[in-house]
């Protein structure tokens, strides 16, 4: 997890459109939020899609950040774009016939022994609910407090952390 | 991925759950969380990440741009709407001048039922009438003053001023 002080510095140079200051920040979060769209959508290019469209977003959002957790901030946008991405119809569509055509070949490597890990993971995924299954990668993937994931969700912590606790646990419960 | 953050888990369950569940379910997140860490998803390629930065560098510019127009159409916003209170209050200030006019108007000795009637011929022939019956009425009650009535002021003037009680109701009456 980045901590804010050395960021301060790449978030100042972006707010003035230093563009080397967004390859760093590219280069830091690209890994980590790739792997959240991932996990959500089980689809490399509508990840790689959601990726660049963040980044995008981030050049014209970032005069708006005011302080507090970057993470948080950056990943909170990251699930306003997954979420947009989910309630476009055309794309629900496309994600359906994505995930049907990904649980197939899945279901065809699932007898190598390394790929089979991830992909028995991004199958059991799917098992879980929309909303659980951004949460478990929200906490994953961010790193932020669940003081934070919470306040980004507009929820008691107290029903973060039991969403979060049933849903590892049945995610557990699959994986086994 | 190691430790999220540096949040003391256990404390943060005990808020809702007693001793021995909140270590439960610790040792639930804290498993299932390993099994994500034993499965890594995949890492974006690195055109991917070369194109993203060209769409950045291309995205700089049309920001600077943007951020002129917002603060042209705030300029354009805060004029208009200076413009639209002015002549507001223009409209006020004439509309609050007009009805002061107005005030005075009403408060003139014409009656009211005369002003608004349509009648005129008829209106001024009852204040030809009017008028005519006050001055002989005057004339008389002068003459009662002058004691020209052979001494039967009293009853006189009594009479006049029942006439004249009579002749203003009727013309009120229209």
Known sequence: ?176 | MNGPNEENLKELFERFLNSKQARRAVEDVQKAEQILREHPAPKPDKELIADIKVKIARALPRRKVNAFRRIAYKIAAVAAALILITAISVKLFEKSSGESGKKIATTSTMPEIIWESDDTAANDANLATLTAEVEQIESEILALQLGENNGNGYKAVTELEMELIEINSDFWKG
């Open chain 1, 1 to 176: 997890m980045a901590e804010n002080d050395d960021l301060a510095p790449m978030i100042t140079g972006c707010k003035k459109g230093a563009p080397e200051c967004f390859s760093q920040l590219v280069d830091i979060y690209a890994s980590r939020l790739f792997g959240y769209f991932y996990r959500l959508t089980g689809d490399n290019e509508v990840s790689d899609d959601l990726l660049s469209e963040l980044f995008v977003k981030l050049v014209e959002k970032i005069s708006s950040f005011k302080g507090g957790s970057f993470d948080g901030w950056l990943f909170k946008i990251a699930s306003n774009i997954f979420y947009d991405y989910l309630r476009g119809k055309q794309r629900q569509k496309k994600l359906l016939e994505a995930q049907k055509k990904q649980l197939e070949s899945n279901k065809q490597k699932a007898q190598q022994s390394d790929n089979d890990r991830i992909d028995k993971l991004q199958i059991q995924l799917k098992k879980l609910d929309v909303d659980t299954r951004e949460l478990i990668m929200l906490r994953f993937y961010s790193q932020v407090s669940f003081k934070e994931i919470a306040k980004m969700r507009s929820e008691p912590i107290g029903t973060t952390l039991s969403k979060l606790h049933r849903g590892l646990k049945k995610l557990r419960e699959l994986m086994n």
